[in-house]
C-alpha cells in the first residue's frame, strides 16, 4: 500500500501539483474516465512528461478511500538529480565513476532492491527514464532499506540521450544483455564506466543496444536461463567492485 504521504487524489489538486513543481512521481488513471477536465489532467502530464497508466478503478480504489475522481498521483520522497550536473560533480571528485541505467525496469520492489545493492557497491548515480520506469513508491523505498535516499537517481526523457552523454563525458557504457559472447568477465570495470540493465521481461531495448559500447552477459549452467534483474544486477556491479579493489 503506498505511503498516504506521498499521494495526491482528485484531478484539480494533481494539476495544481505538477505546475507548482512536485515531484510527481507517477499518476495512475481510470481506463474509462472521461471528460472535460480529465482531458486537462492529460494535457498537463503530457507537457511536463509525467509519467501516468490507465488502470482499473479497483486499483484506484485499493490506493486511496477518498474520492478520487480517477486519478491518483504518487509524489516521490526523493528529490531527482539533473543528469549533466550530477557527471561533472562525480567525475571532478576524482573517483573513478561507476553508474547505473535502468531501461523500462518497472518493478518497483526490483527497483528498489538494485537501489540497495548500488548503495553498497558505491554505485555514483541511478539512471531510469522518466515514461514507463519503476515509480519511486513505498515498495521501492522500503525494499532499499532506506537506500533510495543515500544514491542519487536521475530522471531523463530519453536513455540514449542519457548515454550519448556519457559517453561524450569519457564513461563507456556496458550492456547486460544474453545477445553477446562476452561474459562480464571479460570487461573491464576499472575505467569509467555505466552498467545498462533492462526490463523484467524484455531486457534492454534494441535500439539502446546498438548504440552501447560493449556488451556482456552472466555464465549460465541452469536448465531456466535467466535471473531476476536485481540480481544479475548485483553479479554486475561486484564484479565491478572485485576489479576496483
Known amino acids: 500500500m503506498e505511503n498516504k504521504e506521498h499521494q495526491i487524489f482528485g484531478i484539480r489538486a494533481i494539476i495544481e501539483a505538477v505546475h507548482s513543481g512536485k515531484e510527481v512521481d507517477k499518476?495512475?488513471?481510470?481506463?474509462?474516465?472521461?471528460?472535460?477536465l480529465m482531458r486537462d489532467l492529460l494535457k498537463?502530464?503530457?507537457?511536463?512528461?509525467?509519467n501516468f497508466s490507465y488502470v482499473p478503478v479497483e486499483k484506484l480504489n485499493?490506493?486511496?478511500?477518498?474520492?478520487?475522481?480517477?486519478?491518483v498521483a504518487s509524489i516521490s520522497p526523493v528529490a531527482f538529480h539533473d543528469l549533466e550536473t550530477l557527471t561533472e560533480s562525480v567525475l571532478e571528485s576524482g573517483k573513478t565513476p561507476?553508474?547505473?541505467?535502468?531501461?523500462?525496469?518497472?518493478?518497483?520492489?526490483?527497483?528498489?532492491?538494485?537501489?540497495?545493492?548500488?548503495?553498497?557497491t558505491g554505485v555514483n548515480g541511478i539512471i531510469v527514464q522518466k515514461q514507463g520506469a519503476a515509480p519511486v513508491n513505498g515498495d521501492?523505498?522500503?525494499?532499499?532499506?532506506g537506500a533510495v535516499f543515500n544514491v542519487p537517481i536521475c530522471k531523463v526523457t530519453h536513455i540514449k540521450d542519457a548515454i550519448f552523454h556519457l559517453q561524450a563525458c569519457g564513461i563507456?557504457?556496458?550492456?547486460?544483455?544474453?545477445k553477446?559472447?562476452?561474459?562480464?568477465?571479460?570487461?573491464?570495470?576499472?575505467?569509467p564506466v555505466a552498467i545498462i540493465m533492462g526490463s523484467e521481461d524484455r531486457g534492454i531495448n534494441p535500439s539502446v543496444l546498438?548504440?552501447?559500447?560493449?556488451?556482456?552477459?552472466?555464465?549460465?549452467?541452469?536448465?531456466?536461463s535467466s535471473l531476476n534483474v536485481s540480481v544479475a544486477c548485483g553479479a554486475f556491479l561486484y564484479e565491478a567492485v572485485r576489479q576496483r579493489m
Open 98 to 120: 561507476l553508474f547505473l541505467i535502468l531501461d523500462q525496469l518497472s518493478d518497483a520492489r526490483n527497483f528498489g532492491a538494485i537501489i540497495r545493492t548500488a548503495e553498497c
Open 172 to 178: 563507456k557504457t556496458v550492456a547486460a544483455t544474453e
Open 62 to 71: 485499493r490506493l486511496t478511500r477518498n474520492n478520487h475522481q480517477g486519478a
Open 44 to 50: 498537463v502530464l503530457k507537457q511536463h512528461n509525467v
Open 140 to 145: 521501492t523505498v522500503k525494499t532499499s532499506a
Open 210 to 224: 546498438k548504440i552501447t559500447d560493449e556488451k556482456a552477459k552472466l555464465p549460465m549452467y541452469g536448465s531456466i
Open 27 to 36: 499518476v495512475f488513471i481510470q481506463k474509462d474516465a472521461q471528460g472535460d
Open 180 to 191: 553477446t559472447d562476452s561474459t562480464i568477465y571479460d570487461i573491464d570495470f576499472t575505467t
